[in-house]
């Protein structure tokens, strides 16, 4: 089974300023790879697919990157409804499994 | 897209519950669907999926033997039975849509249904 870690735990940013998210797999996932957010208590939203997709509706501000075993996500001008957690999904290897999160929280 | 969980609730280990999952707003019978739990405060954990003609069904190791997932593509309706429960089933209980020619990435959830596995 894949193992997928994401760094930071937390993070702290202040609204307007870039906050850059990190999720390492334990083994190549390729572009594999999907993030969402979720906002207390709230389902989980699709971000971004094969990497670097953003999915229907997704603002430009949310940017996605790399292959392999590092993988990114990127949200520059951050608005206050950013501030959520957010979790990557790997789909390269059965079973499919997740992030442990990221926090993103306002500095 | 809407997708509306229903049947939670609180049961005693060993017991049983059935969720279902209603679905609107697209062609409930062209999608791949799945069932992915939360445990408070804790991560996301895919439990099992059906294709879009319930002729096809997966489970994760965890449930696997114990939930059976199904589908009525005429009343629109997605299920999960789940016996023999145990307190890590614990968990808020998501009902998910496929993303269009994806196979276990979810475009649409519905707002989750709390099952509480407790003597």
């Known amino acids: 089974e894949i193992v997928m870690t994401q760094s930071p735990a937390t993070l702290s940013v202040s609204p307007g300023d870039r906050a850059t998210l990190s999720c390492r797999a334990s083994?190549?996932?390729?572009?594999?790879l999907a993030w969402y957010q979720q906002k207390p208590g709230q389902a989980p939203r699709l971000l971004i697919y094969d990497a670097s997709t953003r999915a229907t509706g997704i603002p430009a501000r949310f940017s996605g990157s790399g292959s392999g075993t590092e993988l990114t996500l990127t949200i520059t001008s951050l608005q206050s409804e950013d501030f959520a957690v957010y979790f990557c999904?790997?789909?390269?290897?059965?079973?499919?499994?997740f992030g442990q999160g990221t926090t993103l929280e306002i500095k | 897209v809407q997708l509306l969980e229903s049947g939670g609730g609180l049961v005693q280990p060993g017991g049983s519950l059935k969720l279902s999952c209603a679905a609107s707003g697209f062609t409930f019978s062209s999608a791949g669907m799945s069932w992915v739990r939360q445990a408070p405060g804790k991560g996301l954990e895919w439990v099992s999926a059906?294709?879009?003609?319930?002729?096809?069904?997966f489970y994760a190791d965890s449930v696997k033997g114990r939930f059976t997932i199904s589908r009525d593509n005429s009343k629109n309706i997605l299920y999960l039975q789940m016996n023999s429960l145990r307190a890590e089933d614990t968990a808020i209980y998501y009902c998910?849509?496929?993303?269009?020619?994806?196979?276990?990435?979810?475009?649409?959830w519905g707002q989750g249904i709390l099952v509480t596995v407790s003597s």
């Open positions: 998910a849509k496929d993303l269009h020619d994806y196979w276990l990435i979810w475009e649409s």
């Open positions: 059906i294709s879009d003609s319930g002729a096809n069904t």
């Open positions: 999904q790997q789909y390269n290897h059965w079973p499919y499994t």
């Open positions: 083994q190549s996932i390729s572009s594999n």
